[in-house]
């Protein structure tokens, strides 16, 4: 961890287990020459390539991780798993089984804070907010400082409902969620009924340099191939899982549901 470089970094989440995506995303971090990687966890859960795409993972040097809801879902197991982390737990290893149950839920280093969801809760939304008529909006500033009480770094990262986004609180801290490497459309039924959908396919994660005490963030979209992926859902019965990374819709794409 000492040569992590804490001035230029990359920062990834919710792989989901999209080998694919996850490869085209560690191209493009090399290609631009950035050798250390936060990421914020959902490593696996889905039907795509859960144990290949850990791999890569815990292969990678300059990677520190924390863990998402659903690595915590597949290292509890149990008989009321969701389809989605059950396949992901059958196609593990004890050895990555055991990796992810070591991870922890939040972690420091230097002046970045790491999360999932918020401090405080891994399926907690920071930035967005959940309507009763489904819409996932944004939150707003009272609650999403409320939701940063205690965090005394300069830069927190989020990650869990795949959408990119950066706040900056008036005392001048930071908030990033760098969108998701695996998984661009999901559908979800806590607090209420909802689908996210980015409308796009592309593998996305974000870019931070420190400049002074500022950070300059990117949000980079990077094109792949999906069709094994997509592939490998399909094969499974999970059709809108093949749609999601098709094209990053869930409903309103070619074959899909009218959007509600
Ligand atoms: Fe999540």
Do not use: K
């Not at 996850?22 to 631009?32: F, M, P």
Request: overall charge negative.
């Amino acid at each position: 961890m000492t040569d992590f470089n804490l001035d230029r970094f990359a920062v990834i989440a919710d792989v989901h287990g999209n080998a694919d995506a996850l490869a085209a995303v560690l191209a493009d971090v090399d290609g631009l020459g950035i050798g250390s990687i936060f990421n914020l966890g959902d490593h696996v859960s889905g039907p795509l390539a859960p144990a290949e795409a850990l791999a890569l993972t815990m292969g990678r040097a300059g990677m520190i991780s924390v863990r998402g809801n659903h690595d915590r879902w597949v290292v509890a197991g149990g008989a009321n798993m969701y389809p989605s982390d059950r396949i992901a737990r059958e196609d593990l290893s004890q050895a990555q089984l055991e990796w992810l149950a070591a991870l922890p839920a939040t972690r420091r280093v230097g002046d970045v804070f790491l999360c999932h969801g918020t401090p405080r809760d891994d399926l907690e939304y920071w930035l967005e907010t959940v309507t009763p008529e489904g819409h996932v909006v944004f939150r707003g500033l009272p609650e999403i400082a409320r939701a940063a009480v205690g965090v005394d770094a300069g830069l927190a990262l989020c990650a869990h409902t795949h959408l990119p986004r950066r706040v900056d609180l008036p005392d001048g801290r930071v908030i990033l969620n760098p969108g998701s490497v695996g998984c661009p459309a999901y559908e979800d039924v806590e607090p209420y009924p909802h689908v996210v959908q980015t409308g796009t396919p592309l593998a996305t994660y974000a870019v931070v340099e420190r400049r002074g005490t500022a950070w300059a963030t990117s949000v980079r979209q990077v094109p792949y191939d999906p069709a094994r992926m997509a592939e490998a859902a399909r094969a499974a019965g999970r059709e809108g899982w093949a749609r999601a990374v098709s094209t990053g819709w869930l409903r309103g794409a070619p074959g899909a549901p009218a959007a509600r």
